[in-house]
């Protein structure tokens, strides 16, 4: 059997209001705290556009290369169920904002084009919790502007699926559209998944398509996506029917649990919305938001490669991470060794934050100040051994780079007199590892080394020791 995948996700805009009020689109707060007459489904309450939700759902089509509407209007899409206070959802059938569209993705080791086939704009349900025997409705989140980027059916795997979530949320991300936080709910996916054999497959004839809703997390939803596909295998192979249905996905067992039968468009009755006017964009307007649109993950890549000449497994670590990214920009405004700071964070900053030691989007410090140490390490002020413990104490006191090294005396020092007393001291107190050394034993070297350095705590140059260390034990000194 072969699977055949489309995918619906939906992406909470980074705006400050609702779609058609006034409330804050902030994630949390108390219950039905950021509520008005509008957005909790009262009568008579009159809708109000948000410009900035319009322009975000342009942007992210120019980011996902479609073809912008001049004309889009909006219907009702009428359900009943608890999460929609006013019964209706405000979203988009006939006059999406975008339409068409593609994004690359990469899979299996080979790359596949998967299309688009529209982008709409619409606004967000409440939210329910269930305990003790009641239910109870929030609608904070109700009306918050979102937007439902519909794909055609180009998947065929669960790597597939994957690869175009992980690309299309970092695409949002740096497009400074959506903050992708699948865990509060502002990027989450509809899996739609139907079983054929290949050749009815290849004659355009699909089985009966399911839909799982509301994943989120990358990892929910490729272990969704197998779990249906095995499912549905089964019960084609053992004779029986796939029943058209709404699904959902428990991550804790992996278990497929029915929810619905799975409507169609027609089944929600849309109908023109009379109080929300169609929208007329100008292609002057247009350009306007094309040129606005952020640098995107591809072309920051390219920047790296080329222009800082990054090695490219590199560069796709500092991509990964929007904040890192950005933090990684500003740092190499202040200090242009692009490999060496690529290298420390990498290396050492991005490995305290996978301990939990340091949050990207909240350091203690500023890229200027971490290029900064980076800066003094290359300029031979600071002794790279002890790079990693001043980064340490940047981030536990808050302290500047000149700060710590001038409390902590970190200074490189050109005093060859103190060098040398150091390495008398320590070759007086090792007779053993240097008559090893003096015997051919060259490994001793090392230790001995080890021991000048702890002396000096840093304080000189590493090449200056072990040209002193490498003089007193030839007996040159």
Same mark, same amino acid.
Not at 19 to 34: M, W
Not at 104 to 124: F, K, V, Y
């Given at each position: 059997?072969?699977?055949?995948?489309?995918?619906?996700?939906?992406?909470?805009?980074?705006?400050?209001?609702?779609?058609?009020?006034?409330?804050?689109?902030?994630?949390?707060?108390?219950?039905?705290?950021?509520?008005?007459?509008?957005?909790?489904?009262?009568?008579?309450a009159q809708p109000s556009l948000n410009k900035k939700a319009l322009e975000l759902i342009i942007r992210a089509g120019f980011a996902l290369n479609c073809e912008i509407s001049r004309l889009t209007?909006?219907?009702?899409?009428?359900?009943?169920?608890?999460?929609?206070?006013?019964?209706? #959802?405000?979203?988009?059938?006939?006059?999406?904002?975008?339409?068409?569209?593609?994004? #690359?993705?990469?899979?299996?080791?080979?790359? %596949?084009?998967?299309?688009?086939?529209?982008?709409?704009?619409?606004?967000?349900? /409440?939210?329910?919790?269930?305990?003790?025997?009641?239910?109870?409705?929030?609608?904070?989140? +109700? /009306?918050?502007?979102l937007i439902e980027i519909v794909t055609e059916p180009d998947f065929h795997s669960a790597e597939e699926v994957i690869a175009y979530v992980e690309k299309l949320r970092q695409i949002l991300q740096y497009a400074d559209i959506c903050d992708g936080k699948m865990e509060q709910g502002s990027l989450r996916c509809d899996v739609n998944? $139907? =079983?054929?054999?290949?050749?009815?497959?290849?004659?355009?004839?699909?089985?009966?398509?399911?839909?799982?809703?509301?994943?989120? $997390?990358?990892?929910?939803?490729?272990?969704?996506?197998?779990?249906?596909?095995?499912? #549905?295998?089964?019960?084609?192979?053992?004779?029986? %029917?796939?029943?058209?249905?709404? =699904?959902?996905?428990?991550?804790?067992? !992996?278990?497929?649990?029915?929810?619905?039968?799975?409507?169609? &468009?027609?089944?929600?009755?849309?109908?023109?919305?009379?109080?929300?006017?169609?929208?007329?964009?100008?292609?002057?307007?247009?350009?306007?938001?094309?040129? &606005?649109?952020?640098?995107?993950?591809?072309?920051?890549?390219?920047?790296? +490669?080329?222009?800082?000449?990054?090695?490219?497994?590199?560069?796709?670590?500092?991509?990964?991470?929007?904040?890192?990214?950005?933090?990684?920009?500003?740092?190499?405004?202040?200090?242009?060794?692009?490999?060496?700071?690529?290298?420390?964070?990498?290396?050492?900053?991005?490995?305290?934050?996978?301990?939990?030691?340091?949050? @990207?989007?909240? =350091?203690?410090?500023?890229?200027?100040?971490?290029?900064?140490?980076? %800066?003094?390490?290359?300029?031979?002020?600071?002794?790279?051994?002890?790079?990693?413990?001043?980064?340490?104490?940047?981030?536990?006191?808050?302290?500047?780079?000149?700060?710590?090294?001038?409390?902590?005396?970190?200074?490189?020092?050109?005093?060859?007199?103190?060098?040398?007393?150091?390495?008398?001291?320590?070759? +007086?107190?090792?007779?053993?590892?240097?008559? #090893?050394?003096?015997? !051919?034993? @060259?490994?001793?070297?090392?230790?001995?080394?080890?021991?000048?350095?702890?002396?000096?705590?840093?304080?000189?140059?590493?090449?200056?020791?072990?040209?002193?260390?490498?003089?007193?034990?030839?007996?040159?000194?």
């Open positions: 059997m072969y699977a055949t995948i489309g995918l619906e996700t939906h992406a909470e805009l980074l705006t400050e209001s609702k779609l058609f009020c006034s409330c804050s689109a902030k994630f949390g707060g108390g219950e039905n705290e950021h509520c008005c007459i509008g957005c909790s489904g009262f009568p008579g209007k909006w219907e009702r899409k009428n359900y009943f169920y608890p999460d929609l206070p006013s019964a209706y #959802q405000v979203s988009q059938m006939e006059r999406p904002v975008c339409v068409g569209g593609e994004l #690359q993705i990469e899979a299996g080791g080979e790359s %596949r084009t998967i299309r688009l086939n529209r982008i709409h704009l619409e606004e967000d349900a /409440g939210k329910l919790t269930h305990g003790g025997g009641k239910s109870f409705a929030d609608y904070n989140r +109700a /009306g918050v502007p998944i $139907s =079983l054929a054999s290949v050749a009815d497959t290849a004659a355009g004839k699909l089985g009966t398509r399911t839909e799982i809703k509301n994943l989120n $997390s990358v990892k929910a939803i490729g272990r969704a996506v197998q779990a249906e596909i095995e499912r #549905q295998t089964d019960i084609i192979e053992s004779g029986g %029917r796939v029943i058209q249905q709404t =699904l959902r996905f428990n991550d804790a067992n !992996g278990e497929i649990i029915p929810m619905r039968t799975k409507e169609d &468009a027609h089944d929600y009755r849309y109908f023109p919305d009379p109080d929300i006017p169609p929208v007329i964009l100008t292609d002057e307007e247009l350009e306007r938001f094309r040129a &606005a649109l952020p640098e995107l993950p591809e072309a920051r890549y390219r920047r790296y +490669a080329d222009e800082f000449g990054l090695p490219p497994k590199d560069a796709a670590i500092i991509l990964n991470d929007k904040n890192v990214s950005d933090f990684f920009d500003n740092a190499v405004k202040h200090y242009n060794n692009y490999k060496t700071l690529a290298g420390f964070i990498i290396v050492e900053l991005l490995r305290r934050v996978n301990l939990g030691e340091v949050d @990207m989007a909240a =350091l203690p410090f500023t890229a200027g100040e971490f290029a900064e140490l980076q %800066r003094f390490v290359d300029e031979g002020k600071i002794n790279r051994d002890i790079r990693k413990d001043i980064l340490r104490d940047m981030i536990e006191s808050t302290k500047t780079v000149k700060e710590i090294c001038d409390e902590k005396n970190l200074w490189i020092k050109e005093d060859s007199g103190a060098v040398e007393a150091v390495i008398d001291s320590v070759i +007086a107190a090792n007779p053993k590892a240097v008559e #090893q050394y003096r015997s !051919g034993e @060259m490994k001793v070297f090392g230790f001995l080394m080890g021991q000048a350095n702890k002396e000096l705590k840093g304080s000189a140059a590493p090449a200056a020791v072990k040209n002193m260390l490498e003089k007193k034990l030839k007996g040159h000194g």
